[in-house]
Nanobody, 115 residues
Framework: QVQLVESGGGLVQPGGSLRLSCAAS????????MSWYRQAPGKERELVAS???????DYADSVKGRFTISRDNGRNTVYLQMNSLKAEDTAVYYC?????????WGQGTQVTVSS
């Protein structure tokens, strides 16, 4: 069955960095767009970044220039490098992919940016 397992979250000071990882299994990883979403308390889940099969990337305006999404098809893993973190980046971050119109999600990893 499909599994998406996120890791790498934690508490970081403003201006700091974190690298999130999402290990995928149960599907042919290299043939799907992979995305990171986040959901802050009291807010809707929002798309943060996506990477295509060929490695092209797309970002929310709020994270452009600070976050970098990448994928390792050999390791079935997608990453999110987050730099210059701000308090407003505090959220639960989720890995996602879609197949046949259905979205699959991991359990999420908490990122807290606070001094």
């Amino acid at each position: 069955q499909v599994q998406l397992v996120e890791s790498g979250g934690g508490l970081v000071q403003p201006g700091g960095s974190l690298r999130l990882s999402c290990a995928a299994s149960g599907f042919i990883f290299g043939t799907y767009v992979m995305s990171w979403y986040r959901q802050a308390p009291g807010k809707e889940r929002e798309l943060v970044a996506s990477t295509s099969v060929g490695g092209s990337t797309d970002y929310a305006d709020s994270v452009k220039g600070r976050f970098t999404i990448s994928r390792d098809n050999g390791r079935n893993t997608v990453y999110l490098q987050m730099n210059s973190l701000k308090a407003e980046d505090t959220a639960v971050y989720y890995c996602n992919y879609r197949q046949a119109g259905r979205g699959y999600w991991g359990q999420g990893t908490q990122v807290t940016v606070s001094s």
